[in-house]
């Protein structure tokens, strides 16, 4: 009988402990799902710039990760003036930068940008690339 009795015990416990897990688990995946959702829900809010600006911003965080320098760009500007991005002497044609006196010349886009940015377009790895499409090793320079 005793045998029996700690038989049965056995079984109930390990019956528990398996239901246990299965709740345990459909409770997170419950959670993780609830999470992606208010994600998604967030993401969907958000005008498209604002996205863009997400996007580009995660972009530099990974880039300051691997390169571990920002080149002083300002994450937190909002506000910029659509007449004066791009142009000579105007606000950076980044737009979530937005500096005012841009004086770099992007030869691809035809655009000026501030020191730190055209620095940033200036990396070391693409200017092979620079050398062949344009004849020159920066792709950003200076506007006499």
């Known amino acids: 009988m005793g045998q029996a009795n700690l038989r049965g015990t056995f079984e109930q416990r390990k019956t528990s402990a398996i239901i246990e897990a299965i709740r345990t688990e459909k409770r997170r995946a419950a959670e993780k799902k609830a999470q992606e959702k208010k994600q998604a829900d967030e993401w969907n809010s958000l005008t498209t710039s604002q996205q863009q600006k997400r996007v580009f911003i995660a972009g530099l965080m990974a880039s300051v990760m691997t390169h571990g320098n920002t ?12 007449e004066l991005k791009g142009i000579k002497d105007g606000n950076c044609n980044v737009t979530d930068c937005q500096k005012p006196g841009a004086t770099y010349y992007n030869k691809s886009t035809k655009k000026y940008y501030c020191k730190a940015c055209a620095e940033m377009i200036n990396w070391e790895g693409g200017r092979k690339d620079v050398m062949e499409l ?11």
Do not use: R
């Open 134 to 144: 344009y004849g020159v090793p920066l792709l950003c320079e200076p506007d006499a």
């Open 71 to 82: 080149a002083g760009i300002n994450f937190e500007s909002e506000l910029f003036d659509v």
